[in-house]
């Protein structure tokens, strides 16, 4: 029973240092994919990403948890990144993303020092059209699909499961609960939660 304790501490380390492997097989990826990223990039677990015609920036000291040995809290899925058309995804310095989904028609922007947490999804875009016969059929009139540019404030926490839906632009130093589907601007140095999520109280600066 002794040696589990330090089993544990090795299996621990062992877990913590594998960005070593995995941040460059990422960067690869990544220009593959026409994406641009600064310095101190640490990533644990391949990313996804889709880029055909878009662009993706990422600043300096962006850190990615990218699979489920990296998240222990209880979803799976990895950082997926699908960029249609000519959309722009802009990620700013010391953000960190954790087995998050982000679909990007037109824009996404997220700020500095900004924490995206397990299962978010952010998505800019309908994906399809609303009106059943533009979306009916084998041929979808893309022309009909709605989508509106994201952006997320410098210092935001977007807690596990949360959606944001296009057009939103959440404020510097919000706070967004786990589990809220945000379908509205939210002001800087707020709480929000729910679905649809609703204020909650402010936020200390």
Not at 154 to 176: E, P
Request: aromatic share 6%; net charge positive.
């Amino acid at each position: 029973m002794g040696e589990w304790p330090v089993w544990r501490r090795i299996k621990s380390k062992l877990l913590s240092e594998l960005h070593v492997i995995y941040t460059p097989v990422n960067m690869v990826r990544l220009r593959l994919n026409g994406a641009r990223f600064g310095k101190g990039l640490r990533t644990k677990g391949l990313i996804r990403i889709h880029n055909p015609h878009g662009r993706l920036v990422i600043g300096d000291n962006v850190r990615m948890n990218s699979a489920q040995w990296t998240n222990p809290i209880g979803f799976s899925g990895r950082v997926n990144f699908l960029i249609v058309k000519d959309g722009r995804i802009t990620i700013g310095s010391n953000t960190g993303l954790s087995c998050c989904s982000i679909t990007c028609r037109t824009s996404v922007t997220i700020g500095d020092n900004v924490l995206i947490g397990a299962g978010v999804k952010i998505y800019d875009t309908d994906y399809h059209p609303l009106s059943a016969s533009a979306r009916c059929g084998i041929e979808q009139r893309w022309e009909d699909v709605v989508s509106r540019e994201i952006v997320i404030g410098d210092g935001s926490f977007i807690a596990a499961g949360a959606m944001i839906l296009k057009g939103v632009h959440i404020g510097r130093n919000c706070v967004i609960g786990a589990g809220s589907v945000v379908t509205c601007d939210i002001p800087d140095n707020q709480i929000w939660a729910g679905n649809p999520a609703r204020y909650i109280r402010d936020n200390r600066p």
